[in-house]
């Protein structure tokens, strides 16, 4: 039930979207605005239900606000998804109309690129509204400028980790799964062999695997056994869902941090973690360097202050394993009730 779950969730609006000559169906859902304008990219999706998609749009924009919530940035959360399949069913023309129900919004959600959406979608959206990021020649439209500050963050988020795990933030001689091996994850491996970690790695593309051992002088494990594999860290880089009953009770590691989204099948998952005595770093958290990067970005940041923005990731999970800590709750409730408070104090 839409309704029910739109007050379940706390979604401030709905916008749904059909324009016949187009062919677009789409579906904005703004979560909060009471930090400021609702962001969070637009995503193109073969959904199989009307239902799916809008259950979806409103999850990801409640994502969103936290995740904007926790860094105290001045932005809610909001989400777009059309209805479609990616591959086959886009036109400039789609776009440009998705661009209008932007621009009746006046300012209150802006839109950037998201799973199955391009910079060239962005810039047929900004045709008809200047509520878009992601667009031509913007700093965040430079080839994989977001993995690499993705990469980064996630980086810096480990050091945190280390530092409230072990007392040292330094990664040298510390061993680190990489489960994973795409954009954020080959790149992890660069920042951690350069900080002199050492590396066990596997991914479903046995190339990617050979690249990483041979640049970043990386053990190769098992795609299936890598969660089992014992090291310092685990870094998951691949899919979602992975931190879940069955999988947590083998983990032999001390830390998980990774760019994973939705590393927990549930919330629940952060107290088994954490009754393991297995550190947390909140993938909402630790996986934020593209949207600190489009917050600042938008503001009319450099490439520089970009990187600076980035830099929180490490000050605020420090804070949130200090919460975590001294309220005696797992860090995924932390990170949510720092968020909850900042969009209280709005
Ligand atoms: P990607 O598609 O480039 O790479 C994912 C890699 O994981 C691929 O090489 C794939 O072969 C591998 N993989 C899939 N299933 C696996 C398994 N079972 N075991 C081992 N390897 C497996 O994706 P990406 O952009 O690097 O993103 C990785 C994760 O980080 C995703 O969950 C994504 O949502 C999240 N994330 C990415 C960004 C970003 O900037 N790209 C930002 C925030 C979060």
Redesign the pocket.
């Given at each position: 039930n839409v309704m029910d779950e739109m007050e379940r969730l706390s979604i401030e609006q709905l916008v749904v979207c059909q324009d016949r000559a187009s062919g677009l169906r789409a579906v904005i859902a703004v979560h909060s605005t009471k930090r400021g304008p609702a962001l969070g990219g637009c995503r193109m999706w073969a959904y199989k239900s009307e239902q799916e998609a809008i259950i979806d749009a409103m999850r990801l924009a409640r994502g969103m606000t936290y995740k904007a919530a926790v860094f105290g940035l001045d932005y809610g959360g909001g989400k777009a998804v059309i209805l479609g399949n990616p591959e086959t069913d886009k036109s400039e023309a789609l776009f440009k109309a998705l661009g209008r129900y932007i621009s009746y919004m006046n300012g209150r959600y802006i839109t950037g690129v998201d799973l199955g959406t391009t910079v060239t979608d962005m810039d047929g959206v900004g045709k008809e509204t200047m509520y878009v990021t992601d667009t031509t020649g913007s700093i965040m439209a430079t080839d994989d400028f977001?993995?690499e500050m993705?990469a980064y963050g996630v980086y810096l988020g480990m050091k945190a980790s280390a530092a409230a795990a072990f007392g040292s933030s330094s990664l040298q001689g510390r061993k680190v799964a990489v489960?994973?091996?795409?954009?954020?994850?080959m790149r992890l491996c660069r920042y951690l062999h350069e900080a002199g970690a050492e590396l066990l790695v596997?991914?479903?593309?046995g190339g990617?695997v050979r690249s990483a051992a041979m640049a970043y002088s990386a053990d190769i494990a098992l795609?299936e056994a890598?969660m089992q594999e014992p090291c310092d860290i685990f870094a998951p880089?691949?899919?979602?869902g992975l931190l879940n009953d069955e999988t947590i009770p083998k983990l032999r590691c001390a830390i998980v941090a990774g760019?994973?989204?939705n590393q927990l099948l549930e919330e629940a998952h952060g107290q088994l973690l954490c009754d393991r005595g297995i550190l947390y770093a909140p993938d909402y958290v630790i996986?934020a360097?593209?949207l600190l990067i489009t917050a600042r970005e938008i503001q009319g940041g450099s490439a520089g202050d970009m990187m600076r923005s980035v830099e929180q990731i490490e000050s605020v999970l420090r804070l949130v394993f200090r919460y975590a800590k001294s309220a005696g709750i797992p860090t995924n409730q932390a990170a949510n009730r720092i968020a909850e408070r900042n969009i209280k104090r709005a």
């Open positions: 977001t993995p993705t489960q994973g091996l795409g954009k954020v994850g596997a991914d479903l593309d990617r795609p890598i880089c691949a899919m979602g760019s994973a989204n996986n360097g593209g």
